[in-house]
C-alpha cells in the first residue's frame, strides 16, 4: 500500500525557514516524479512545486519561486521541500503528492501544518 | 497561466439522486499527439487529503465506485455521481496537469439536501 507521511512543519516567525519532508512507502518511489501542494484554512489546493524521478526537472509556482526549493533523496525515498523567508500567506497545511509520468497526483499524504506569525 | 473554473460552488442532492459539477479551463487540455485530455477529478472528505477520482478526463481510478464518472474534451468537462451515497459529501475539485503551473479549480462542495 501506497504510504507518503509529510513531517517538520510548525509555527515559525515571518522571514523564518522550515524544512519539510515526507516518507515514502508501498511503491518504486525512484520511479515516480512527486509534487507539493498546499491548502491555506478553508481555502482550495494551490500546487507549488514539482520534481522529476530522477531530480532532472524542478518546477516551481511563481508564489513561491526563488523562496522554497524542492529536492529528494531517491536512496531514502524521501522528498524535502527547503522553506525560506516565510511570510504568513504561506500558512497551509502542505501535502506532497506522487505523479505517475508527472501527471496525475495518484497519491497524497496527511500533510503537514506550516504556520507563519509572530 | 490556466485558470479552471469548476460550477456550481456548492451542490446539495438528496440521497439517491444525481449531481453534476462543471469545469471549465481557460486553454484546450487535449494533447493530439495522444489523444488525451490532461484533466483529473479529486474528492476531498472533511478532513483528509484529496483523493484521486478520474484521470484522463474519464478514466476512473482504481477502487472508485462506477457510480463516478467523468466526461469532456478540450475545455469543458463534467463529474458525474450517478446515485448520492452518505460517503460523498466532500469538496470536489477538477485540476488541470497540461502543463505547469499545475492549476485546480476553486472546489465544488457537495451537500445532501
Known amino acids: 500500500e501506497v504510504h507518503l507521511v509529510e513531517s517538520g512543519g510548525g509555527l515559525v516567525q515571518p522571514g523564518g525557514s522550515l524544512r519539510l519532508s515526507c516518507a515514502a512507502s508501498g511503491f518504486t518511489f525512484s520511479t515516480y516524479d512527486m509534487n507539493w501542494v498546499r491548502q491555506a484554512p478553508g481555502k482550495g489546493l494551490e500546487w507549488i512545486s514539482y520534481i522529476s524521478f530522477s531530480s532532472s526537472a524542478k518546477y516551481y509556482a511563481d508564489s513561491v519561486k526563488g523562496r522554497f526549493t524542492i529536492s529528494r533523496d531517491n536512496a531514502k525515498n524521501s522528498l524535502f521541500l527547503q522553506m525560506s523567508s516565510l511570510r504568513a500567506e504561506d500558512t497551509a497545511l502542505y501535502y506532497c503528492?506522487?505523479?505517475?509520468?508527472?501527471?496525475?497526483?495518484?497519491?497524497w499524504g496527511q500533510g503537514t501544518q506550516v504556520t507563519v506569525s509572530s | 497561466d490556466i485558470v479552471m473554473t469548476q460550477s456550481p460552488e456548492s451542490l446539495a442532492v438528496s440521497l439517491g439522486e444525481g449531481a453534476t459539477i462543471s469545469c471549465k479551463s481557460s486553454?484546450?487540455?487535449?494533447?493530439?499527439?495522444?489523444?488525451?485530455?490532461?484533466l483529473a477529478w479529486y474528492r476531498q472528505k472533511p478532513g483528509q487529503p484529496p483523493k484521486l477520482l478520474i484521470y484522463?478526463?474519464?478514466t476512473r481510478e482504481s477502487g472508485v465506485p462506477d457510480r463516478f464518472s467523468g466526461s469532456g474534451s478540450g475545455t469543458d468537462f463534467t463529474l458525474t455521481i450517478s446515485s448520492l451515497q452518505a460517503e460523498d459529501v466532500a469538496v470536489y475539485y477538477c485540476q488541470q496537469y497540461y502543463g505547469t503551473p499545475y492549476t485546480f479549480g476553486q472546489g465544488t462542495k457537495l451537500e445532501i439536501k
Open positions: 486553454q484546450s487540455l487535449f494533447y493530439s499527439s495522444n489523444n488525451k485530455n490532461y
Open positions: 484522463w478526463a474519464s
Open positions: 503528492a506522487s505523479a505517475w509520468s508527472g501527471y496525475y497526483f495518484n497519491s
